[in-house]
Every structure is written in C-alpha cells, then in structure tokens.
C-alpha cells in the first residue's frame, strides 16, 4: 500500500507536468504551422511590448495605490503588554506566555484595562433579588466573568465586555469579531455571541525564488496560528442581587 | 575560396538577432503560459483554515511560485524544441557551422530566461492589481511584492533556476538526437529514482545541493558550471551529428 502511494503520489505530478510539457509543444508547433514563420520586428514589438506594458503599468498603479493604515486588516498588533487586562503590580488577569493558561488571581480593580480592549457596554435595569447567568448554547471561545458588586441597590446591572485583540499573522483582526453580547431577559442574564463567523483574508507569499536564499516561505509564516483573545465580562450589580449560574466555568465575584 | 572572412562572434551575432524575431512563437508562448498560471494563481491559490468553534478564518496565499513554475516548463521546452530538426535546419539560411548556431541558441536561451524572468517578477504586480480589484480582504498588501532588495534578489534566483532549467532542457534535447529513446529514458530514470531511492542520500544530496541552497552566489556558481556542463555535453552531441545533405 505505501509502495503503490509513492508510486501514485510520484507518477501523478510527472503526469502533470509531462502533460503540460506536451501541451506547450503542441502549442507552438501548431502555431508555427498556422501562422507565418517569421513576424515582423514591429509585430514582435507590439506583441510582448503590450505584454510588458501591462505589467508595468502594474508595478506603477502597485506604487500609485496608498495603504491604508487605518484599515483593520493591515493594523500592526498592539504590543502584548498593552493588550490585557493586567498591571504588574496589580494583575488582574496574569497570562502564562508559555502556556496561554489563564488565571484570576486576586480581583481589585479593573482599572488597569486598556481602554482600546472594551468592546461594549450595556446597562439593564433589574429590580428582583437574583439573577441567573446563561450562556447560548455550545458557545465556545475563550471568555470569563468577572463580577463586582456596587455600593449600593441602585436597580441597575451594568456590563462591560474586554477582550484582549484577535490576530492573524501579527495582524489585529478584532474589528471583524463579532464579540460577546449581553440581554436580559426574565430573571436571566444572557451571553451568547451572534452567530459563528467566517472570515476570509488573503495574503502574498514570498516567491520559493526568494525564500529558498532568505527564509520566510509558507513554513515560517505564523498565519496558520491566530490568536483569538480572552473576552471579559464584566458584570456591576447593586449590592444585594444574589447572583447564580448554570455556567461551566464559576463566576470571579469581587467583594468589597 | 571565400572571397571575406567572418568570425565566429559576427556570425554568431547575427544568428541570435535573427533567432530573436524568427522564434518570436516561443516569445509568444511565453506570454500565453504565464496568463495561464496567472490564472491558476488565483484560482488554486494555497490557503489554510482554523477555528474555535466561534471564529473561522481562512487565508488564502498568493504568490508568483506558480508563474515562475510555468515559466520554467516553457524555458525547458523551448530548450528541447530547439534541438529539433525543424530549428537546426533554418540555421542553413545562413553562413554558419555546428558551434556558431549552438552559441547562438545558447545565447537565445539566456534572453529568453531573461525575459521570463523579468516577466514571472513583474506578474506579482499584476496579481496584487487583480486583487486589490477584486477587493480581497489582504492581511499585508504592503508586501505584495517586497521591497526593491528582495525584488532584486528573486528576480537573480529565478533566473538562475530559468538558466539551469534551459540547459537540462537543451541537454535532453540534444540526447534524444541520439535517439528517441532518450524521451522516454529521461522520465523514466526519473520515475524509478523518485520511487527506488526516494530516501537515499544521493537523491537527498542532490535535492540540498541545489534548491535547499542559502547562499545565491553559491548557487549562481553550481547553476553555472552545472549549465556549462550540460551544455558542453550538447555541444558534443552535436558535433558528433551528421553533416545535412
């Protein structure tokens, strides 16, 4: 079996390029025959001079075209130490680079999140004594809640969703993400993201030509690895409400 | 007697100028073939897909690869069809022997490298046009071509791959003047290589020492006396040929 898929696997791009070697002969074998031998000079040069022509006109409109730099699709990634939603003397989200693993340590403050990583905020009033947190079903990703009571019984819950940037290849993409929302609804509090998404992008690979000599081909490109950040909820509610959930992941409360 | 006297350069020039324009259906070949990979590398361009369930992103590449691919057959072939009768035969239009019409197919096959290669690197331009027409969503559209040192340095590698890829196509054509058989012995020794000695060292080492090559001056050297030897070796063949009656 593995002899017949290296024979398979060896035959079929010789097929191919056999098969394409043939055709390209056949090609200007007949055209020979059905054309005149030898074209004029002035012919030649309308012929590939147009060609050219057209590729040039290529690289100039390529230097012409600005880049958008506001573009979310080409916005160089915020330093990581901007990203999160921590403070080196007061964390309140710590990040194991090595392993991406997560961890709430002590909850103070959130005020050491960068503004730019709020994605929304909603205010519900409430009234009744608790509330249940749900979440959509089979909803995946990475996201948590945090939760910290106010002062005082104010009849409101107030949210704030962060997340840390989703990325491609050193690219932020968060623009494209449809984050984590937040409803209310009778004695319950939703999180569930709109739909599942697909994004398309596309992007140029360095020519074999050049990688071969300088690296950076197809193996190297870490767009294959996305990153898709940490989303926090962070959920204000008057100090009484007494707060359940049918949540996998248990609910981060900060007490005062 | 003759009554002048050429050189062999003289002639030689004259040869290539009017091979230039006479094999203007290669030239014109070109340009169909590289349309054609353009079009192939768009429509089978390379891309990879993952998720998290909630998130799906696709990217797809693009890239010159297959132009200069393409472009590389139709150097081979142009190589091979120039050892054919129909090519050697015009030659006799004009005052010339066994080496000056190889000198000067030889130095056709460099323009025609040239050409191919300035060509296949300028089509990366007109890739990145189609897609920013087509309004593809790019992650790096500033590096859709690179910068001028690595147009420079691609445009020296792909046309150091063009000259190597000529000179074995020159070579091929010139063993199957021999004999014939020579059309069918090329991709079968290659076929049962692939196969009987796919992880040999020799095949490894063959493999390294010419596309895992770091260093483009290193490489420029084997291209060069790897192309002076399969063109000697023609050369040989061909003036062991019989004179045309």
């Known amino acids: ?256 | 007697m003759p009554l002048t006297k050429v050189s062999l350069g003289s002639v030689v020039g004259k040869q290539y100028v009017y091979k230039l324009f006479s094999y203007a259906d290669a030239i014109k070949s070109l340009i169909i073939v590289q349309l054609i990979a353009i079009a192939f590398s768009f429509l089978g361009s390379m891309g990879g897909g993952t998720g998290n369930g909630q998130v799906n992103i696709w990217v797809s590449y693009y890239s010159i690869d297959i132009v200069v691919v393409f472009t590389m057959l139709w150097v081979f072939t142009t190589a091979i069809l120039l050892t054919s009768k129909a090519y050697r035969y015009e030659d006799y239009s004009f005052v010339t022997n066994r080496l000056s019409s190889q000198l000067s197919n030889i130095a056709f096959l460099l323009t025609a490298a040239m050409t191919g290669t300035i060509t296949a690197i300028l089509s990366g331009y007109f890739i990145f046009l189609i897609t920013h027409l087509r309004n593809v969503p790019m992650l790096n559209s500033t590096a859709a071509v690179g910068s001028l040192s690595e147009i420079v340095l691609a445009t020296c590698g792909a046309f150091l791959y063009l000259v190597l890829v000529g000179a074995f196509g020159y070579f091929v054509g010139a063993c199957a003047q021999i004999s014939k058989l020579f059309i069918l012995i090329f991709p079968a020794v290659f076929f049962v290589i692939s196969i009987v000695f796919e992880s040999s060292f020799i095949v490894e080492q063959f493999f390294q020492f010419y596309f895992m090559e770091k260093s483009i001056w290193i490489f420029g050297v084997k291209v060069l006396v790897t192309s002076v030897a399969l063109y000697g070796i023609a050369l040989m063949i061909f003036s062991k040929r019989e004179v045309r009656l």
């Open chain 1, 1 to 256: 079996m593995t002899f017949l898929m290296t024979v398979l696997t060896t035959l079929i791009p010789l097929l191919i390029v056999g098969s394409l070697i043939v055709i390209i002969i056949v090609f200007i074998r007949l055209w020979q025959t059905t054309s005149k031998k030898v074209i004029s000079r002035k012919k030649m040069h309308w012929i590939l001079g147009g060609y050219v022509m057209i590729l040039f006109l290529s690289m100039i409109i390529y230097y012409l075209i600005p880049t958008n730099e506001e573009d979310s699709t080409q916005r160089p990634v915020l330093p990581r130490e901007n990203w999160i939603i921590q403070n080196d003397e007061n964390p309140i989200i710590e990040i194991d680079e090595k392993t991406t693993d997560y961890s709430i340590p002590e909850l103070d403050y959130l005020d050491y999140i960068d503004p730019s990583l709020e994605r929304g905020s909603w205010t519900f009033p409430y009234e009744k004594e608790s509330i249940r947190i749900d979440m959509g079903y089979s909803d995946t990703g990475s996201w948590t809640v945090v939760t910290g009571r106010k002062n005082e019984n104010d009849g409101e819950i107030d949210v704030t969703l962060y997340s840390e940037p989703y990325t491609v290849g050193n690219i932020d993409i968060s623009d494209d993400i449809d984050f984590l929302n937040v409803d209310i609804g009778k004695d319950e509090l939703y999180l569930y993201h709109p739909t599942e998404i697909e994004l398309k992008y596309a992007t140029y690979k360095k020519p074999f030509v050049y990688t071969q000599f300088r690296g950076g081909g197809f193996e190297d490109l870490d767009i294959r690895k996305p990153y898709y950040g940490l989303q926090v909820v962070y959920l204000e509610i008057p100090k009484d409400l007494e707060l359940t959930t049918t949540l996998d992941q248990s609910i981060e409360i900060i007490e005062n």
